[in-house]
């Protein structure tokens, strides 16, 4: 990936923080990873926002389903995994 220099404003005590945490080599990855993610925030607000229009608003029985469904991803996955461990064990 081409890569230029930007000049950027940031607050000293917030930088010098990320700096002393990610050491000032990382520092630049660290910021690219930060606006990525941001922008990946910004684009699903913006799905939520128009499928929102298209089909109301979230309701908390949907968010409830949801997390329960979700649960049960997180389970399965993890009774796959355990699965997975003991038949490697056994061969």
Do not use: N
């Not at 000049?7 to 080599?25: H, K, Q, W």
């Not at 930060?34 to 109301?56: F, K, P």
């Amino acid at each position: 990936m081409a890569t230029k220099k930007y000049t950027v404003t940031l607050p000293e005590a917030l930088a010098e923080e990320i700096r002393s945490e990610v050491g000032a080599g990382a520092f630049c990855a660290y910021v690219t990873r930060a606006i990525e993610r941001q922008r990946e925030r910004d684009r699903l607000g913006e799905l939520v926002e128009r499928l929102e229009g298209e089909y109301g608003p979230v309701t908390d029985a949907d968010l409830a389903a949801a997390e329960a469904e979700r649960r049960e991803i997180e389970r399965w996955f993890q009774e796959h995994e355990a699965s997975v461990a003991s038949h490697r064990k056994a061969a």
